[in-house]
């Protein structure tokens, strides 16, 4: 018994040893991209200059589009959550069948909200259809499958599930001429754009997946569908995707939500066309029930993940609310249901709990004025404190 345990311990370490050994080293890439920006705009290998293709850095990117689409703009930006996302998903199709639902003039996507982000920003029936089937007909063996411990512990793997599946999925319902369509959107002026994290620099880095989306051939699809891939890759969980030599893994490490045009040194100018509307659809919820949560490492990773998650989104909230209402314009906010029965693992992509996320957005976007006007608070703020917040124009 003690030397086929000393034998399974000593084989162990030299696996481990081995797979220390086999890791290659990686070098700091400095290669740009046409397509990439901070979110305040600025490249970010040059954080000091714009980023190439960034419009109108004299008036700020909201008043420039203001005045190439004529109106008052409506925005959209989705969270990341997981197979939650399936809310956000159940909610668009609810508020397009309820006939207010706008052309969106700029869409911004994160993890599973960046998944959602394409169809969301195409806005037809069609794209309707396609996220309610994503949503609600997948489970997890059409995101991931799982890598052998054995490719783990040796360090042969970068991940504990393999993320080819996800690959297909992004693949089939992102098609040259879903693409197509976005690159016509470019043109008209409208803008979709995705947030991942980029993990050697440390940085949110924003995505134009409109301007790219006019990238031609095999490697602009490819490159397209690598973003999204990108990020809804929560580390450790999901391998990162490289481009260009950097690392990218979910956008939900730095920012859950992707804020872009808001920054700036100066204080903007009024709206040309009064106020507009910026709606962001948050898969996830801040009132939850106690629950005994599952003593495995894939149900304590999802779940931990989810609460750092919650919490990047209870900051950045309130950052985006002073910054939307700085600019003038209306801040609209939804979250899922507390009595909504979403599991508790944003990866567990379980039948059950994908359905109950969709019905509950769907039930949600009916009603006739779901929308929250400020954030919520959580305590760590005094109430005087955020009524100051309420009155900045």
Same mark, same amino acid.
Request: aromatic share 10%.
């Given at each position: 018994?003690?030397?086929?345990?000393?034998?399974?311990?000593?084989?162990?370490?030299?696996?481990?040893?081995?797979?220390?050994?086999?890791?290659?080293?990686?070098?700091?890439?400095?290669?740009?991209?046409?397509?990439?920006?901070?979110?305040?705009?600025?490249?970010?290998?040059?954080?000091?200059?714009?980023?190439?293709?960034?419009?109108?850095?004299?008036?700020?990117?909201?008043?420039?589009?203001?005045?190439?689409?004529?109106?008052?703009?409506?925005?959209?930006?989705?969270?990341?959550?997981?197979?939650?996302?399936?809310?956000?998903?159940?909610?668009?199709?609810?508020?397009?069948?309820?006939?207010?639902?706008?052309?969106?003039?700029?869409?911004?996507?994160?993890?599973?909200?960046?998944?959602?982000?394409?169809?969301?920003?195409?806005?037809?029936?069609?794209?309707?259809?396609?996220?309610?089937?994503?949503?609600?007909?997948?489970?997890?063996?059409?995101?991931?499958?799982?890598?052998?411990?054995?490719?783990?512990?040796?360090?042969?793997?970068?991940?504990?599930?393999?993320?080819?599946?996800?690959?297909?999925?992004?693949?089939?319902?992102?098609?040259?001429?879903?693409?197509?369509?976005?690159?016509?959107?470019?043109?008209?002026?409208?803008?979709?754009?995705?947030?991942?994290?980029?993990?050697?620099?440390?940085?949110?880095?924003?995505?134009?997946?409109?301007?790219?989306?006019?990238?031609?051939?095999?490697?602009?699809?490819?490159?397209?569908?690598?973003?999204?891939?990108?990020?809804?890759?929560?580390?450790?969980?999901?391998?990162?995707?490289?481009?260009?030599?950097?690392?990218?893994?979910?956008? +939900?490490?730095?920012?859950?939500?992707? /804020?872009?045009?808001? %920054?700036?040194?100066? &204080?903007?100018? !009024? @709206?040309?066309? *009064?106020?507009?509307?910026?709606?962001?659809?948050?898969?996830?919820?801040?009132?939850?029930?106690?629950?005994?949560?599952?003593?495995?490492?894939?149900?304590?990773?999802?779940?931990?993940?989810?609460?750092?998650?919650?919490?990047?989104?209870?900051?950045?909230?309130?950052?985006?609310?002073?910054?939307?209402?700085?600019?003038?314009?209306?801040?609209?906010?939804?979250?899922?249901?507390?009595?909504?029965?979403?599991?508790?693992?944003?990866?567990?992509?379980?039948?059950?709990?994908?359905?109950? +996320?969709?019905?509950?957005?769907?039930? /949600?976007?009916?009603? %006739?004025?779901?929308? &929250?006007?400020? !954030? @919520?608070?959580? *305590?760590?703020?005094?109430?005087?404190?955020?009524?100051?917040?309420?009155?900045?124009?």
């Amino acid at each position: 018994m003690r030397i086929g345990l000393l034998f399974s311990l000593t084989t162990l370490v030299a696996v481990l040893a081995s797979g220390c050994a086999s890791v290659p080293d990686r070098q700091l890439s400095t290669v740009s991209s046409p397509y990439v920006s901070l979110p305040n705009g600025r490249d970010p290998l040059k954080p000091d200059q714009f980023a190439a293709g960034i419009e109108s850095r004299e008036k700020g990117v909201f008043r420039h589009f203001e005045s190439v689409r004529g109106h008052a703009l409506n925005i959209l930006e989705l969270s990341g959550g997981g197979q939650n996302g399936a809310f956000g998903a159940g909610f668009l199709n609810s508020w397009s069948e309820r006939g207010d639902r706008p052309q969106f003039d700029l869409v911004t996507g994160v993890s599973t909200g960046a998944l959602l982000a394409t169809h969301a920003f195409l806005g037809t029936p069609a794209d309707d259809a396609a996220l309610k089937e994503i949503f609600t007909e997948i489970t997890s063996a059409n995101i991931y499958k799982k890598v052998s411990i054995f490719s783990v512990l040796s360090r042969r793997s970068d991940a504990f599930y393999d993320t080819t599946p996800l690959k297909e999925l992004i693949a089939k319902y992102i098609t040259p001429e879903v693409i197509e369509r976005v690159a016509a959107a470019y043109d008209e002026g409208r803008r979709l754009v995705i947030g991942t994290t980029n993990l050697d620099y440390h940085e949110t880095w924003a995505w134009n997946l409109t301007l790219l989306a006019k990238r031609e051939g095999v490697e602009g699809i490819e490159l397209f569908r690598k973003v999204l891939r990108a990020s809804a890759a929560p580390p450790v969980a999901f391998p990162p995707v490289e481009i260009d030599g950097h690392m990218f893994v979910d956008g +939900g490490v730095r920012q859950n939500i992707l /804020l872009v045009g808001l %920054a700036g040194d100066e &204080r903007p100018d !009024p @709206p040309l066309y *009064g106020p507009g509307n910026v709606y962001m659809i948050h898969n996830g919820r801040f009132v939850k029930q106690p629950i005994a949560v599952s003593p495995d490492i894939a149900t304590i990773g999802g779940s931990s993940f989810g609460t750092l998650m919650d919490v990047s989104m209870e900051s950045v909230l309130l950052r985006a609310y002073f910054a939307v209402r700085s600019h003038g314009y209306n801040f609209h906010l939804v979250e899922i249901p507390p009595e909504a029965d979403i599991g508790n693992n944003m990866l567990g992509f379980q039948k059950e709990h994908l359905l109950a +996320g969709f019905e509950s957005g769907y039930a /949600l976007g009916k009603q %006739a004025d779901p929308w &929250r006007q400020f !954030p @919520p608070t959580f *305590g760590d703020i005094p109430s005087w404190a955020f009524e100051l917040l309420k009155d900045v124009e």
